[in-house]
Each structure stands twice: as structure tokens, then as C-alpha cells.
């Protein structure tokens, strides 16, 4: 039998003051609210759960023993609802994170660490991968991924500036084959190329000249899905490899890689934090928001 919470609420008012009226009065409704919901309810159970007369209000023994068992999970669910509402009033909890490996600005350790001591109440699960997947169906709170492959119907936060992706290769390797002069030309050096899964074929180096985009490719010697892998093999003068700007950045600053071809490298909007609504987002999820704002990184955000 399926039961309205709200009735019971009601008969459990009406229990404890023996009077329609102060009932009424507690829930905020009328008296004659009360009386039919009481109505109700006896002809839902069946039996007689309240002896009424023009002066009181008494229980009858169905009644009684009805109150006794409805009145501690009654409580148990108003403790529920206040501690859903303290979730609602500060950031805490578990916020499960689906990032891409190659956002290095958002994995940076400093970025999160600030994040976290901030909001000693959450926790953080990021699983980093760069399957391309439904968040809301496996349970994340939020993905970080490139703006070009998140739903239209996402809503969607920046987390980095526009961003670039370069090619770049060991001035050892550079001594050895020569740079090139145009993407058209990669094909003919060794590369190390990148895909997300071993089903799935290398990722064609992208490109643009005059405002046109266009892709390469190149067909690599090596192919990964590991990033620190492809940076190690090309340092160690094993080739040319393409990836975000940002990955390449410290080894380029050392002068251990070169950028190539940078004139055919445009930038395009980088990262964005995406979920599904902006509608009773959660404290946590908002406090994340917040700080990336905070750190400027975030900008206003695009969707429905």
C-alpha cells in the first residue's frame, strides 16, 4: 500500500496535539484541510484512526498503535531533509571529476590544491581519461574537456585561456633530418603520434593557413595514448610529436624541444568544465566554479 507522506505528516500532527485545529495551525493549512486529509487517510487504511468529538481529539487503538509506528520514521526523514539542507548550504561532499589528460592547467597540482584548501569538506575522485562518455550516466558531477567535443546541451565554464597545439622535436633530431617547412612535409619524418584507445586510429595532426584548417597525416612510428611517454621519446630525439602547447611547455622552456611550424599552429578555445544544469547545483560543484573564477580562469559560461 503506498501511502502519502503528507497525510502522515498530518496525522501525526494531529496525534500529538489532539486538535484539528492546533494541527492546522503547526503545518501552516486550514482545519478543514486537516479533516479531509484525515478522512482520507481512515478510508485508505480502513479503520477508524481517531475518535472525534465537538471538544477533543483522541486516538483509537489502530491509531495509536498507526503513530507509534510512523512517528520514528517520520523523524528519520526530517533528519534526512536537514542534512540535505546543510549539503545545500556549504561545499562538501564526494565531486567526481572525468578530465582529460591533456588539460594540464586544470590537473595542475597548485590549481586543486588551492581548491581543496579551501573546502576541507569535499572530496575529489578525477578519473583522467579521454573516452568520451555520458558523465551524467556514470554517476560524475562534471567532465573538463576540450569546448569542440561537449554536448550542445551542456552547460559549460571556461578553465584556461585559448589554447594551441604545436609540433616539436629534440635539436638533436632536428640536426639530424632538418625542421619542416610545412605540415605537408611531416610525413616524410619520423613522428610520434597520439590516440585515446587502441581501437581507435591515430589522432590526423590539425593545421590552419590563410583561415583554413586542414589535417596531416602522418602516419607515426610510435602511437600512445600516453602524452609523458611521446614528450620522452621526442626529447630523446626519436622524432617529431604534436600535442597541446601547455604539455610541451616546460621542455621547451629547458630548450630540450623546439616548436615547429608555429605560423600553422593557430590558437582555438581551450578547456571548459561542463555538467548537465545550472538548476539546484550543488554547493560543491559551484564552489569549484567559484575558484576557478577566482583564479581566473573561468569566464561566463555557454549553453541552454
Known amino acids: 500500500m503506498s501511502l502519502d507522506l503528507n497525510a502522515l505528516t498530518v496525522f501525526a500532527a494531529v496525534a500529538e496535539t ?49 503513530h507509534a509506528g510512523v512517528a520514528a520514521g517520520l523523524a528519520e526523514i526530517g533528519q534526512a531533509a536537514e542534512a540535505a539542507g546543510a549539503l545545500r548550504g556549504r561545499p562538501s561532499g564526494l565531486l567526481r571529476l572525468a578530465v582529460s589528460s591533456i588539460a594540464e592547467s586544470f590537473l595542475s597540482g597548485p590549481l586543486l590544491g588551492a581548491f581543496l584548501e579551501a573546502h576541507p569538506e569535499i572530496r575529489l575522485d578525477v578519473t583522467v581519461t579521454d573516452e568520451e562518455f555520458d558523465i551524467v550516466a556514470e554517476g560524475y558531477d562534471a567532465g573538463v574537456r576540450l569546448g569542440e567535443v561537449i554536448a550542445q546541451d551542456m552547460i559549460a565554464v571556461p578553465v584556461a585561456t585559448p589554447q ?80 597541446m602547447e601547455d604539455s610541451f611547455r616546460p621542455w621547451i622552456e629547458r630548450g630540450e624541444l623546439v616548436p615547429l611550424l608555429a605560423e600553422y599552429c593557430p590558437s582555438f578555445p581551450g578547456f571548459f568544465l561542463y555538467f548537465p544544469s545550472r538548476r539546484n547545483l550543488a554547493p560543491k560543484l559551484r564552489a569549484l566554479i567559484d575558484h576557478l573564477r577566482q583564479q581566473g580562469r573561468g569566464g561566463h559560461g555557454t549553453g541552454p
Open 164 to 243: 594551441r597545439q604545436l609540433a616539436v622535436a629534440a635539436p638533436a633530431y632536428l640536426a639530424r633530418q632538418g625542421k619542416p617547412a610545412h605540415p605537408r612535409e611531416l610525413p616524410a619524418h619520423r613522428c610520434i603520434g597520439w590516440r585515446p584507445a587502441p581501437d581507435l586510429p591515430p589522432y590526423r595532426w590539425e593545421f590552419g593557413e590563410d583561415g583554413e584548417e586542414f589535417d596531416v597525416e602522418v602516419a607515426p612510428y610510435v602511437t600512445t595514448n600516453d602524452m609523458q611517454l611521446m614528450i620522452r621519446l621526442a626529447c630523446a630525439g626519436q622524432g617529431i610529436t604534436f600535442g
Open 18 to 66: 489532539r486538535s484539528f485545529r492546533a494541527a492546522a495551525d503547526r503545518l501552516g493549512v486550514t482545519r478543514s484541510a486537516v479533516s479531509q486529509t484525515m478522512r482520507k487517510l481512515e478510508a485508505q487504511l480502513g479503520i477508524a484512526l481517531l475518535l472525534r468529538t465537538t471538544r477533543s481529539v483522541s486516538l483509537t487503538e489502530a491509531g495509536a498503535r498507526f
